[in-house]
């Protein structure tokens, strides 16, 4: 397959080129001598990686935490329609049981493939967070951060953990934090009353990343920087943001990119399982969710994840910051792919890489998705 005469999305430029794709490869970049090739004209188009999203939960009325290859498969389907080239479902805080159910058949979604986006594994979000900054999360399933409750939600299938969201201020948390950061998971400060002590001992011990910037965390005041703080005080640590305009006003999305800069943020959905569907009621984690004008709450009022797209969170940064759109692209591509430690393989257009690709207009306009150099879905 042959893509020609599109605008290439780098990490540092955009320029006029040609890809050729084989074997689910990217195998040659502005090489335009080959015959017998099914040919994509991008003429006005720009040529991105895949995006990646670090953080959903769901889209099409499925939930991971339905625990079926089904919702897995399903959800993948939905999110490749906006761009979405791979993924990690996303636990919520439940029962030990429901999460290492849904842990095993996130394992083997991503060993048996999907119809959709790619799975890359699991981030638990809960359920080792603070009662104080539930969010949408359920209260009623916490349980003590310790290395055997770890074990108890994750069973055999430890290595398809990519990531896991915890309160570093929660006892126990600390020497948890170390113990997986030793293994290689990333560890999220995330649904946190900690101070700004706490949030850099959190750091200290192995944090490399917090969940959902702004939301569920303890704020930056003057006198009392909290875990905001402690985020825009660090160099140690990334974050990631739900650009819906609903999460965070865009001034302070702009504030928030200043400070970190675009190589340490990630642009996430959080997207839940009325994501591409119409308003109405739903669930999230077991709880009601109302769904109305764009915004997901449990009928407490409290937000509930988002029905977001990466697609749309893109455009949103586009048109409510100054930033390049290259700089906007690598938050959503080769960011997400430097967390799931897959940027030798994704979230670069390179040659050999995986062909998972999108193509879209002026106006982020999604026109084909690629996945494993397989047009998936064509506008």
Not at 169 to 198: C, F, Q, R, W
């Amino acid at each position: 397959m042959l893509i020609k005469n599109c605008n290439i999305i780098y990490l540092d430029k955009i320029e006029k080129g040609t890809v050729l794709i084989e074997n689910g490869k990217i195998k040659e970049i502005n090489h335009e001598n080959h015959e017998n090739c099914h040919i994509i004209d991008g003429t006005d188009l720009y040529l991105a990686p895949g995006f990646i999203d670090i953080h959903i939960h769901g889209a099409g009325g499925y939930d991971t935490m339905d625990g079926t290859y089904k919702a897995i498969n399903e959800i993948a389907k939905v999110i490749s329609t906006h761009g979405t080239t791979s993924f990690l479902p996303t636990t919520m805080t439940v029962s030990s049981d429901d999460i290492r159910k849904a842990v095993a058949t996130i394992n083997e979604a991503k060993k048996q493939g999907t119809d959709g986006a790619n799975v890359l594994g699991v981030h638990l979000e809960g359920p080792f967070i603070s009662p104080k900054a539930i969010g949408a999360q359920n209260p009623e399933f916490l349980i003590p951060p310790s290395i055997e409750n770890f074990n108890k939600i994750v069973g055999d299938n430890e290595s398809c953990v990519v990531s896991i969201t915890l309160a570093p201020e929660v006892e126990g948390a600390l020497d948890l934090i170390k113990y997986l950061s030793n293994k290689g998971i990333m560890v999220s400060i995330g649904h946190t009353k900690a101070t700004y002590e706490e949030a850099m001992e959190g750091i200290k011990c192995g944090c490399k990343h917090s969940t959902h910037l702004f939301n569920a965390m303890t704020p930056f005041t003057h006198r009392e920087p909290g875990v905001v703080g402690a985020i825009f005080d660090s160099d140690l640590i990334t974050t990631e943001t739900i650009s819906d305009g609903i999460h965070i006003s865009y001034p302070s999305l702009r504030v928030a990119y200043k400070q970190k800069g675009t190589d340490k943020v990630l642009l996430v959905s959080d997207a839940m399982m009325a994501c591409c569907m119409p308003d109405g009621l739903y669930s999230l984690g077991g709880q009601d969710v109302e769904v109305k004008n764009g915004a997901a709450r449990l009928l407490t009022g409290s937000l509930a994840g988002s029905v977001l797209t990466l697609d749309v969170a893109v455009k949103n940064v586009y048109n409510n910051s100054n930033y390049p759109l290259n700089e906007i692209i690598k938050m959503v591509t080769y960011n997400a792919a430097k967390y799931c430690k897959v940027e030798n393989k994704k979230g670069l257009i390179k040659e050999n890489y995986d062909a998972d690709l999108v193509l879209f207009d002026k106006d982020i306009n999604i026109k084909y998705v690629l996945i494993n150099g397989k047009i998936v879905h064509e506008n």
